[in-house]
């Protein structure tokens, strides 16, 4: 068996599809924060297969980690020389494996704040992206505005030299960037939110502007902020994966990434100082991406939420495992048909019946096995974007809310109980654990407790149509677990 690095490339399996580019040659014109599986199985896979193709060797990407928790992907990394396996699994059982190269380096944050500044700042770097998750850009969710009551914020504004948030990171690079009178970069968003990059740019300015009126008005008008639609379903690497890896390829990455075949990124076309062509291997630039991004969250993410919250009371496991039931696969589709789609907006040249079907086929893949437990994890920064602006526009038009309000008394269920209708226990993993599990044990006692959190559910308390809507689900289903009876019912009655 072959340890993945530099010197074995040529040593390896043939299946092992590896870079064909010279990797001593890559400069880092790009940092990106947040080296999970989505950045390796979507950007940096797209920034490979481009050098594949084209010279690019200016776009090579150091990876940035902010925390603890990311010191274990640094370190595996390195002992590979940055190089990690991408394991495609395709629906009828074909597997493609390729050793991606674009990744040339890995800094960790926490360690040493100055080497992160510096890098972000140094005259190779042109694009910052990153990967920081819903809950990443710390949004008060009940005005929109920057969250500066959070202890990392302040002490990001009071430690300008060693901050812990990406905000502090990209105003004292961006800072050192003016003093040096270097061009700014793009900070390019990757994360599921609507409007990513002007959620970036009024979160960053908003900091900056605490610090430094005038650094952020330069950052204002020499950065530049493109939003993009991002999407490659991405399931959490299990240890079946470093094994398959091992026996089928004799290879030995500690840290492979598997996805399934899809991949899509519309992005907008404005970056402040040149990008990669990643149009030559299938990246789509437009002038606005609001049409494609509200089309996926509120479709495939709202899809894979409500999938995951009813699918994890019910004790199914996996994605595919809800899929592969008819009366979770019917409802999906139903939810999407009747709720979510008729507000959305034309999205151009795009048939909304056939990017459910290919939703609905993706969800169903049996070699993915993306777990509800990934999907249900941090609910509370996914569904207020995923799921609550389809109640909320709904609620004003009059149209359906009854298969969402069951997703959010489903929700409930599992941060009450933290249990399946099995017994088997369901993991809370999110950052405001103790405040769902507090507001959703009151419900016994007043069946709109858990809506009382409103920095997630807003003024939903107060809807006089969707209070009697979710209190009708959540009490059918404290009175009967067996939450498939409620999912029939509202199928036959819809
Ligand atoms: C998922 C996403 O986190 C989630 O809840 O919906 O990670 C999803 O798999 C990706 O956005 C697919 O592009």
């Known amino acids: 068996m072959k340890q993945l690095t530099q010197k074995n490339l040529p040593f390896l399996a043939d299946e092992l599809v590896r870079p064909s580019y010279d990797r001593s040659r890559l400069e880092a014109g ?26 690019a060797a200016a776009w090579g990407i150091c990876g940035v980690g902010l925390r603890e928790a990311d010191r274990k992907i640094g370190e595996i990394l390195r002992a590979q020389d940055y190089l990690y396996t991408l394991i495609v699994k395709h629906p009828q059982g074909r597997i493609e494996t390729s050793i991606i ?22 005259a190779d770097t042109k694009i910052v992206s990153l990967t920081i998750t819903e809950g990443g850009y710390n949004v008060d969710p009940a005005t929109g505005e920057l969250d ?68 952020a008005r330069w950052i204002e008008s020499q950065a530049r902020f493109p939003n993009a639609m991002v999407d490659r379903i991405t399931p959490v690497t299990t240890p079946e994966d470093i094994a398959f890896l091992a026996t089928e390829r004799g290879l030995k990455d500690a840290w492979p990434v598997t996805c399934e075949p899809f ?42 939420s409500v999938l ?13 495992g809800c899929m592969a039931d008819p009366l979770f696969a019917t409802f999906v589709r139903r939810f999407m048909d009747v709720e979510a789609t008729p507000v959305l907006d034309p999205v151009p040249g795009i048939d909304l019946a056939a990017y459910k079907d290919s939703l609905i086929e993706r969800f169903g893949n049996p070699n993915i096995k993306d777990s509800v437990a990934r999907i249900c994890l941090e609910s509370s920064a996914k569904v207020p974007t995923f799921l609550i602006p389809t109640i909320t526009e709904n609620l004003a038009r009059g149209g359906s809310i009854r298969f969402a309000s069951l997703a959010i008394a489903a929700w409930c269920f599992y941060c009450d109980k933290g249990v399946d209708r099995h017994g088997a226990p369901l993991e809370i993993v999110d950052a405001m654990k103790d405040e769902l ?12 407790s858990f809506l009382k959190l409103e920095s997630i559910f807003g003024d939903l308390i107060r809807d006089q149509r ?7 689900m959540v009490q059918a289903l404290y009175a009967n677990p067996d939450i498939s009876r409620k999912m029939r019912q509202l199928l036959s009655s819809a």
């Open 308 to 320: 995951g919250l009813l699918g994890s009371v019910h004790g199914h496991q996996t994605i595919d």
């Open 30 to 55: 790009i940092v990106h924060v947040g080296v999970g599986g989505f950045h390796r199985s979507h950007e940096a896979f797209y920034t490979d297969a481009l050098m594949n193709v084209s010279e």
């Open 466 to 472: 969707f209070t009697p809507s979710y209190s009708e």
């Open 263 to 304: 991949n899509q990124w519309v992005i907008e076309d404005d970056f402040a100082d040149g990008r990669p062509a990643w149009e030559t291997v299938g990246a789509q630039f437009v002038a606005d991406v609001t049409p494609y991004e509200k089309m996926k969250i509120r479709l495939l993410n709202a899809g894979h």
């Open 101 to 122: 190269g674009s990744l040339i380096d890995f800094i960790l944050g926490c360690d040493d704040p100055g080497a992160v500044i510096d890098k972000m700042a140094s």
């Open 148 to 215: 500066f009551g959070n202890p990392d914020v302040r002490h990001d504004l009071e430690h300008p030299a060693s901050p812990k948030t990406v905000f502090g990171f990209l105003t004292a690079a961006l800072e050192k960037r003016r003093s040096q009178r270097r061009p700014a970069f793009t900070v390019q968003s990757c994360d599921n939110i609507q409007h990513n990059g002007d959620v970036t740019r009024k979160m960053l300015l908003a900091f900056a502007q605490r610090r430094d009126a005038e650094l």
């Open 437 to 448: 599990q507090r507001a959703a044990k009151g419900t016994p006692d007043d069946p709109l």
